[in-house]
DNA sequence: TAGGTTATTTAGAGGCATTAAGGAAACATA
DNA sequence: TATGTTTCCTTAATGCCTCTAAATAACCTA
């Protein structure tokens, strides 16, 4: 791909995708706390401080990896977006929520970090692989919902009826994304990706347990409710 | 309180309590990754190993904390709703969610204790002090929502429309709250539960930093579906 | 006042993050 | 091909952490 694609380049890169490896097997199999730099360094082979030749300590390492989860799951959702490229716009767009669910539910500690990375500041720096990562994640949601605003405009509330902050906010994100939604748009859609998102969060870090032991059929009913909320639900499969 | 208010019980509530608060102290100000066995006893002014007196280990400290959290945060609520006795229960339900905000945005670092627990696995055990501390936090909210469907049942969904599977779980649930709400009103409980404290755990996990600064206003339009939801939007405050 | 319980201390084993210093291989170039 | 540089990796070494064990002081009680 690239010009430097030297030898050394290869075996450099070769090696941080088995850190990676290394560092995720760690956290399926035991959990957040397992990941530490010896642990990792260790299944690789390397002792130790070799790996500060490839991170600058385990807070990059972290997010690094964090950055791979994100990726992966953008790739899915993107997947189950183009396996249904002649669709209707509603077919898309519950498929890629279906295929964010599944792909968390199946790996719930990756996605435990996605959401609840346990670094919080450092990881958070508007140029860092992660917030990268996090963006275009963001962003294969809302590409659908910019297709389906233009091709079947959603209802949207009326500006008089959202408060004066809330105004002043949407706009200044409409704005953040080329104004490819305008401001109620805007509003319609992250009311819709906060009801999914924070529903898959709650699921994944277990706060529904008291009530549900399978949520997938509480799932299905929030899709239903944003197909409506979209205009989508005549053309969406039940 | 107790027959076993012995001078040597009472020294150890305060040394307790002394050693909650220094752990509190240490979260708020340096995060989470401070508070450590050998940090929280030098603040207290003992050393090391003198906690093991105290707790098992790292992770029952953190726990017993956090349930101090819960109890905190339920207090709070329990507040705001007696501080309205004789308002109408729509009144009392929103100030009650409304107080659970304003916790949980002053004190961020506790409510990330209290749904994303550092230490997912040992914390969760049902007869935790913390588990026990997340019923009767989650109770306060249930009980004025038995209390609304009693004197003023709000729109329950045809049973019809819910999957099998969400019936079965409904059931179950239903159950475990004595059968105070039937299955469907149980459901629409859980709804609002879901998008309230679905919303709270983004913004304060900042999910949602991306599109919005403050989000009080989209708190509020939460608030106004839900009042609609439980059919309390006109004896309730706008 | 003697014996038992409780609170707390020091010592120590084992692990982790991180820095420093040095060696060996791979590479580039004169 | 010989030499210098870059890259990768190792072994100390520091300082922190958890947790166990053994010893000591303080307190209560019979």
Same mark, same amino acid.
Request: proline share 7%; aromatic share 8%.
């Given at each position: 791909m690239s010009a430097h694609t030297s030898r050394r380049e290869r075996l450099r890169q070769a090696t941080l995708e088995e850190? &990676?490896?290394a560092a995720? =097997? /760690?956290l399926v199999e035991q959990g957040s706390a397992a990941v530490t730099i010896n642990a990792v360094a260790r299944q690789v082979g390397m002792s130790g401080p070799a790996l500060y030749h490839y991170y600058a300590g385990h807070d990059e390492l972290v997010g690094a990896v964090t950055a791979d989860f994100f990726r992966e799951l953008t790739a899915i959702m993107e997947q189950a977006r183009d396996a249904r490229a002649g669709a209707p716009i509603g077919d898309r767009l519950l498929a890629v929520c279906r295929a964010m669910r599944t792909w968390a539910i199946a790996h719930p500690a990756e996605f435990g970090w996605i959401f609840?990375?346990?670094?919080a500041p450092?990881?958070?720096?508007?140029g860092s692989v992660r917030h990268q990562a996090a963006l275009s994640f963001e962003q294969v949601l809302l590409d659908l919902t910019v297709e /389906?605003?233009?091709t079947r405009p959603f209802p949207v509330p009326d500006p008089a009826d959202l408060s004066a902050s809330l105004r002043?906010?949407?706009t200044a994100y409409s704005a953040t994304i080329d104004g490819r939604l305008p401001p109620e748009a805007a509003h319609v859609f992250l009311s819709?990706?906060? =009801?999914l998102y924070g529903l898959l969060c709650m699921e994944?870090? &277990?706060q529904l347990d008291f009530a549900y032991t399978d949520l997938e059929p509480v799932f299905e009913e929030c899709l239903r409710d944003l197909a409506v909320t979209l205009g989508i639900d005549d053309d969406a499969a039940a």
């Open positions: 850190i &990676h490896a995720r =097997r /760690l609840a990375s346990p670094i450092p990881n958070r720096g508007a /389906l605003w233009r002043e906010q949407l819709c990706w906060i =009801r994944v870090l &277990h």
